[in-house]
């Protein structure tokens, strides 16, 4: 249909190329590229598929692999420096070092692990999977925050749909895995080290900071990018229970991955038909009778001007006189104005309480199944379908939260209060052991888990604007390995050696060296999951004292400015100056970017 109308019609092959150039310079293409990155970047994800390897070939223990994962977790959260190059650089180098990092970091691991290399030493390993690990920050800032900009009265629709892709990457790069090379796990590291980084180079030009524009049916355009990769997580969840019921044959695996590349490529349709639009909408305002006015290009007066004055280089040069000085919320804060800021520590410890319980029982998932007597099989299929539930969080509340704050006036910080009191109920449904209730609390713990991200992002930007979004995002994110650090590693593990070592001397027997220790019962995870409920309850109120303090600014048109802005770049477009205003908005557009880099230099701080 969309050829046909292209082909049947009197544009030459001038207009068509005209009209695929625009298409590729679009922000809809972008959004489309950027769907396509990030659904292979969940590494991070993956290692308990490969986990097994490592240990056997290098002759790890479990404490060895432990260490080796809190690196990865380290690794895969905090993104601080992929944040400061994100505010000097263009988002292309972002991409480009987050995929050199990629590739070397689990390149080498997977030469270690097949023999190829002598064994690594430990720390080797760690620093390997650690800066594999972080380059998925660097992939996420150049993506995430490059459309966060482009679509920023749109931004909870935009981080719920990319970081929903996120959460589903892992079931995505499983599939394509099992197509690739069977069932040879080695393997799998290779495909890691070679496939984000193919993908983010294609689309590297892709990537850029483009001129806003508001469409009346923005919305709805994203609600049609929802529904395509709801389809692909359904289909997914399809293909996750029947691998755990029936016996895949690699050309069974090979369809499955076909279907899951059709649904992932789906969206450039949405694309394509929407460019469609805009094109159809352009020929018509060049085609209009211009009704021309004569107005002179420097109508406005020199003096009004803005010239760099040695008061206004000295006023950004006192970044540390203005600390404790910050605009007003919605308004572009410092980096340090934002990081020293009352509101951000109330959510930065929102977060910390908040995905580092959610993070610390998906972690230990596993041996809490097997603590509480349930099935091999079924502990195997709710923890694959936990990347569902955390997909399904993240665009649940990316896009709810979305359409409530612009229709009700629903503040963001409120959803994210009301999420952390519902993961208390996972917590206790795991303390408690109740009978078969670890399905419904392994939904309940991915689901908060991945609704938490994009309310957190969110915040951020409503909060302290957009100039210094890529640090201040990674700032959020490092509460996750401090918050999994304290309550896995320091409150669940340590609990749980506790009581086993317990029973076993109940049993009259003594760990000898070396030995794994093994819980079983209620008892094991019981007294952890109450404290980690408490943690979140403490979390929950601490929001809530973030939801007191923003109730007037949420209660106001939070977006104004960029409204003012679209409507006016749209004005300019539909103005009797067609040929001449947009060829100049679109170079100015172009390098808006590097034009303003000395200035972000400048004032970053």
Same mark, same amino acid.
């Given at each position: 249909?969309?050829?046909? =109308?292209?082909?049947?019609?009197?544009?030459?092959?001038?207009?068509?190329?005209?009209?695929?150039?625009?298409?590729?310079?679009? #922000?809809?293409?972008? !959004?489309?590229?950027?769907?396509?990155?990030?659904?292979?970047?969940?590494?991070?994800?993956?290692?308990?598929?490969?986990?097994? +390897?490592?240990?056997?070939?290098?002759?790890?223990?479990?404490?060895?692999?432990?260490?080796?994962?809190?690196? /990865? +977790?380290?690794?895969?959260?905090?993104?601080?420096?992929?944040?400061?190059?994100? =505010?000097?650089?263009?988002?292309?180098?972002?991409?480009?070092?987050?995929?050199?990092?990629?590739?070397?970091?689990?390149?080498?691991?997977?030469?270690?692990?097949?023999?190829?290399?002598?064994?690594? #030493?430990?720390?080797?390993?760690?620093?390997?999977?650690?800066?594999?690990?972080?380059?998925?920050?660097?992939?996420?800032?150049? !993506?995430?925050?490059?459309?966060?900009?482009?679509?920023?009265?749109?931004?909870?629709?935009?981080?719920? $749909?990319?970081?929903? $892709?996120?959460?589903?990457?892992?079931?995505?790069?499983?599939? $394509?895995?099992?197509?690739?090379? %069977?069932?040879?796990?080695?393997?799998?590291?290779?495909?890691?080290?070679?496939?984000?980084?193919?993908?983010?180079?294609?689309?590297?030009? @892709?990537?850029?900071?483009?001129?806003?524009?508001?469409?009346?049916?923005?919305? #709805?355009?994203?609600?049609?990018?929802?529904? @395509?990769?709801?389809?692909?997580?359904?289909?997914?969840?399809?293909?996750?229970?029947?691998?755990?019921?029936?016996?895949?044959?690699?050309?069974?695996?090979?369809?499955?991955?076909?279907?899951?590349?059709?649904?992932?490529?789906?969206?450039?349709?949405?694309?394509?038909?929407?460019?469609?639009?805009?094109?159809?909408?352009?020929?018509?305002?060049?085609?209009?009778?211009?009704?021309?006015?004569?107005?002179?290009?420097?109508?406005?007066?020199?003096?009004?001007?803005?010239?760099?004055?040695?008061?206004?280089?000295?006023?950004?040069?006192?970044?540390?006189?203005?600390?404790?000085?910050?605009?007003?919320?919605? =308004?572009?804060?410092?980096?340090?104005?934002?990081?020293?800021?009352?509101?951000?520590?109330?959510?930065?410890?929102?977060?910390?309480?908040?995905?580092?319980?959610?993070?610390?029982?998906?972690?230990? $998932?596993?041996? @809490?199944?097997?603590?509480?007597?349930?099935?091999?099989?079924?502990?195997?299929?709710?923890?694959?379908?936990?990347?569902?539930?955390?997909?399904?969080?993240?665009?649940?509340?990316?896009?709810?939260? =979305?359409?409530?704050?612009?229709?009700?006036?629903?503040?963001?910080?409120?959803?994210?209060?009301?999420?952390?009191?519902?993961?208390?109920?996972?917590?206790?449904?795991?303390?408690?052991?109740?009978?078969?209730?670890?399905?419904?609390?392994?939904?309940?713990?991915?689901?908060?888990?991945?609704?938490?991200?994009?309310?957190?992002?969110?915040? @951020?930007?409503?909060?302290?604007?957009?100039?210094?979004?890529?640090?201040?995002?990674?700032?959020?994110?490092?509460?996750?390995?401090?918050?999994?650090?304290?309550?896995?590693?320091?409150?669940?593990?340590?609990?749980?050696?506790?009581?086993?070592?317990?029973?076993? /001397?109940?049993?009259?027997?003594?760990? %000898?060296?070396?030995? +794994?220790?093994?819980?079983?019962?209620?008892?094991?995870? /019981?007294?952890?999951?109450?404290?980690?409920?408490?943690?979140?309850?403490?979390?929950?109120?601490?929001?809530?004292?973030?939801?007191?303090?923003? #109730?007037?600014?949420?209660?106001?048109?939070?977006?104004?400015?960029?409204?003012?802005?679209?409507?006016?770049?749209?004005?300019?477009?539909?103005?009797?100056?067609?040929?001449?205003?947009?060829?100049?908005?679109?170079?100015?557009?172009?390098?808006?970017?590097?034009?303003?880099?000395?200035?972000?230099?400048?004032?970053?701080?």
């Amino acid at each position: 249909m969309v050829a046909a =109308e292209f082909t049947s019609g009197d544009i030459g092959s001038k207009e068509m190329r005209s009209f695929w150039l625009q298409v590729l310079h679009g #922000r809809w293409f972008m !959004v489309f590229a950027s769907m396509l990155i990030l659904s292979v970047s969940g590494a991070t994800y993956m290692f308990g598929l490969y986990s097994t +390897d490592v240990k056997t070939s290098l002759g790890y223990d479990q404490t060895t692999l432990n260490l080796l994962s809190f690196f /990865k +977790d380290v690794g895969g959260n905090v993104g601080i420096i992929a944040g400061l190059v994100n =505010e000097v650089t263009a988002p292309w180098v972002v991409l480009v070092i987050g995929s050199v990092m990629n590739f070397f970091g689990y390149f080498m691991i997977w030469l270690a692990i097949t023999g190829r290399t002598s064994k690594p #030493r430990v720390w080797q390993m760690c620093l390997y999977i650690c800066m594999g690990a972080n380059s998925q920050t660097f992939s996420n800032t150049g !993506v995430v925050v490059s459309c966060v900009k482009n679509f920023p009265s749109s931004r909870g629709s935009v981080l719920g $749909l990319l970081k929903g $892709l996120v959460g589903l990457s892992g079931a995505i790069m499983t599939q $394509l895995y099992h197509a690739f090379y %069977g069932d040879n796990s080695k393997a799998l590291v290779l495909l890691i080290a070679w496939l984000p980084v193919a993908v983010s180079i294609v689309f590297l030009p @892709i990537i850029r900071l483009m001129k806003i524009v508001r469409q009346p049916n923005e919305l #709805r355009i994203f609600y049609n990018l929802l529904y @395509i990769t709801l389809g692909l997580a359904g289909f997914l969840m399809a293909l996750i229970i029947m691998m755990h019921k029936l016996s895949f044959s690699r050309i069974c695996y090979i369809g499955s991955a076909s279907v899951v590349l059709i649904l992932l490529f789906l969206p450039i349709v949405v694309v394509i038909i929407e460019e469609i639009k805009l094109w159809r909408t352009k020929i018509k305002v060049v085609d209009e009778p211009i009704q021309l006015k004569v107005v002179a290009e420097n109508s406005a007066p020199a003096e009004s001007v803005p010239t760099a004055t040695p008061q206004t280089q000295q006023k950004h040069n006192s970044c540390f006189q203005t600390v404790f000085k910050p605009p007003v919320r919605g =308004e572009d804060y410092t980096i340090l104005q934002a990081l020293f800021s009352i509101d951000m520590l109330i959510l930065f410890i929102a977060a910390i309480c908040g995905i580092g319980s959610t993070l610390t029982a998906i972690d230990n $998932l596993g041996q @809490i199944g097997d603590s509480l007597g349930y099935p091999t099989d079924s502990i195997s299929t709710f923890i694959s379908l936990v990347s569902i539930w955390n997909y399904l969080g993240r665009v649940a509340s990316g896009f709810s939260s =979305e359409v409530l704050l612009k229709k009700y006036k629903f503040p963001r910080p409120l959803m994210l209060t009301l999420v952390l009191l519902l993961s208390c109920v996972g917590h206790l449904l795991i303390a408690y052991g109740v009978p078969n209730s670890l399905y419904v609390s392994s939904v309940i713990i991915g689901f908060c888990f991945g609704a938490q991200w994009p309310l957190i992002f969110a915040i @951020i930007s409503e909060l302290f604007g957009l100039k210094y979004y890529a640090t201040l995002i990674n700032f959020g994110g490092a509460a996750s390995p401090i918050g999994a650090y304290i309550l896995n590693v320091k409150v669940a593990g340590n609990l749980y050696d506790a009581e086993a070592l317990k029973q076993l /001397k109940a049993l009259g027997k003594t760990r %000898g060296a070396g030995q +794994d220790l093994t819980c079983v019962g209620v008892e094991c995870y /019981k007294l952890a999951f109450i404290i980690i409920a408490a943690v979140t309850l403490f979390g929950t109120l601490v929001s809530f004292i973030l939801v007191i303090r923003t #109730r007037k600014f949420y209660q106001s048109d939070i977006y104004k400015k960029f409204t003012e802005e679209a409507e006016a770049a749209k004005a300019d477009f539909a103005g009797g100056g067609v040929v001449g205003a947009d060829t100049s908005s679109s170079s100015k557009a172009a390098q808006g970017p590097e034009a303003d880099l000395d200035s972000k230099k400048i004032g970053l701080f």
